[in-house]
């Protein structure tokens, strides 16, 4: 089985800065893309930014220029640097991945549990 455990949500000023990590556990499977999503309640989730297996990225226009997504392959991790950070910001953020497990041959949907991000001052 694989999780996927996020980390770093938190409260944050406006114009701060945080940075979420999550980490991909287990063992046999090769991971596709990693993005990461958010949700504000009574509204619909919202993809934030995704990066492919080879580093190709792509941002939501209401967060470009501000947040970057990475991964460290070795790590099965991906990061998401939000900078600038605005109380529309402010959400849920959840860690999702397209992963294959070994013996298998298609891509499967995981994600976290989500983590908190409160931008107040």
């Known amino acids: 089985q694989v999780q996927l455990v996020e980390s770093g949500g938190g409260l944050v000023q406006p114009g701060g800065s945080l940075r979420l990590s999550c980490a991909a556990s287990g063992s046999g499977f090769t991971i596709g893309t990693m993005d990461w999503y958010r949700r504000v309640p009574g509204k619909q989730r919202e993809l934030v930014a995704t990066?492919?297996?080879?580093?190709?990225?792509n941002y939501a226009d209401s967060v470009k220029g501000r947040f970057t997504i990475s991964r460290d392959a070795a790590k099965n991790t991906v990061y998401l640097q939000m900078n600038s950070l605005k109380p529309e910001d402010m959400a849920t953020y959840y860690c999702?991945?397209?992963?294959?497990?070994?013996?298998?041959?298609?891509?499967?949907?995981?994600w976290g549990q989500g983590t908190q991000v409160t931008v107040s001052s």
């Open positions: 999702h991945a397209t992963v294959m497990l070994s013996g298998t041959y298609k891509y499967v949907a995981y």
């Open positions: 990066i492919s297996n080879g580093g190709i990225t």
